[in-house]
């Protein structure tokens, strides 16, 4: 049964929850009198690697079946590199040694294109041009 009448449909509600999820993480996570630094580290580090696996498997589901396969490809590729380059970092950072500014400043950049709706907005007007040429 297709839950949705149509992949707009489908393609909204996810980038509706993706959106949510961000505005949650921003809003009431990552707040302007910084309490999150309160946080314990490893707590502060599981809500932002839960956030971003989130927002990887909501755009997993709700991009669904796009016309061309490459671009889930490139979804999970851009997903599973930025994960492997922040947990790489997080585990360095945790267990090794602790990492310059800059790289936690990088890693920080690349969790925010992940969870940004940006890329899944992306990957559905790339989908949406390539159905209009075809």
Known sequence: MNLYKSDKTRFAVGLILIILVYSWYYL?????????????????HLVRFGVTI??????????????????????????IAGLIII??????????????????????NIQEILISPVLYV????????LKRTH
């Open 54 to 79: 989130g927002v990887y498997f909501i755009g997993t589901f709700h991009l669904g079946k796009i016309q061309e396969s490459w671009m889930a490809t490139i979804w999970h590729l851009v997903h």
């Open 28 to 44: 009431f996570f990552i707040t302007e009198d910084k309490s999150w630094m309160d946080l314990p580290k490893l707590t502060f």
């Open 87 to 108: 947990t790489s970092l997080g585990l360095f950072d945790w267990f090794i040694m602790e990492i310059p500014r800059s790289l936690k400043e990088f890693a920080h």
């Open 122 to 129: 992306a990957m559905g007007l790339l989908n949406r041009s």
